[in-house]
């Protein structure tokens, strides 16, 4: 039972323009979230994160929203770059079990040119 | 600054081979510490975490198991290897306080 889900496995956007990745979770309960992106043969690396009391959390060309009453959470990437190409991750956790993680499967974005 | 070292990167075992992947991170004491597994198309899913030393809690039922003999080394095992158990392994840290998990590079087991 998949508590986390990104329903776009891929996405296309070109270099300056802005990349919007979405994620969809089904527990109500969960407390914090977080965005990791992966680089090919690399480990995930954190992106930035929010918690549940907040609705908006912002780091440099990353901006995350969060709406609990729909549970969907977004991650903004403004200006897109041809670094940021890449898998990005979606994951939660529930209050009592910081590290415990549910991750979606990913999204792959590519930035072009 | 705090490092984690996974080892090795790739790995082709046969069904029913054994298997120990290890783990250790650096720059820091008495970590928690987690092995997550991505399967193709799927995201990472929580295997086992560790809080100290001999300490092992198991997320999902399988037919691998975990050890933490020091406390800055995790260590993954099976006795007899799956085709099932073919995925991406990642080790990851965390400390006590609401930081986010640093995870290792990852080890991309095939077993054949």
């Known amino acids: 039972d998949q508590q986390v889900k990104q329903n776009s496995p891929s996405l296309s956007v070109q270099e300056g323009r802005i990349s919007i990745l979405n994620c969809d979770y089904t527990n109500s309960m969960f407390d914090y979230f977080l965005w990791y992106k992966k680089y090919p043969a690399e480990g995930p690396t954190f992106l930035i994160s929010i918690s549940s009391i907040k609705d908006k959390n912002e780091d440099g060309r990353f901006t995350v929203f969060l709406n609990k009453s729909a549970k969907h959470l977004s991650l903004h990437i403004v200006p897109s770059q041809p670094g940021d190409s890449a898998v990005y991750f979606c994951?939660?956790?529930?209050?009592?079990?910081?590290?415990?993680?549910?991750f979606g499967a990913g999204t792959q974005v590519v930035v072009t040119p | 600054s705090q490092t984690i070292h996974q080892w090795p990167a790739t790995l082709v075992q046969p069904v029913g081979s054994p298997l120990s992947l290890e783990c250790t991170v650096e720059g820091t004491s008495n970590p928690n510490l987690y092995w997550y597994r991505q399967a193709a198309g799927r995201g990472l899913q929580l295997l086992f975490y560790?809080?100290?030393?001999?300490?092992i809690s198991s997320e999902v039922p399988q037919n691998l198991s975990a050890s933490r003999p020091q406390d800055r080394q995790f260590i993954l095992s099976s006795k007899k290897l799956l085709l099932s158990d073919s995925g991406f392994y990642l080790c990851?840290?965390?400390?006590?306080?609401?930081?986010?998990?640093?995870f290792g590079n990852g080890t991309r087991l095939t077993v054949t």
């Open positions: 990851a840290w965390g400390d006590s306080t609401n930081s986010p998990l640093h």
């Open positions: 994951a939660a956790s529930l209050a009592d079990s910081w590290g415990k993680l549910q």
């Open positions: 560790s809080v100290g030393i001999g300490q």
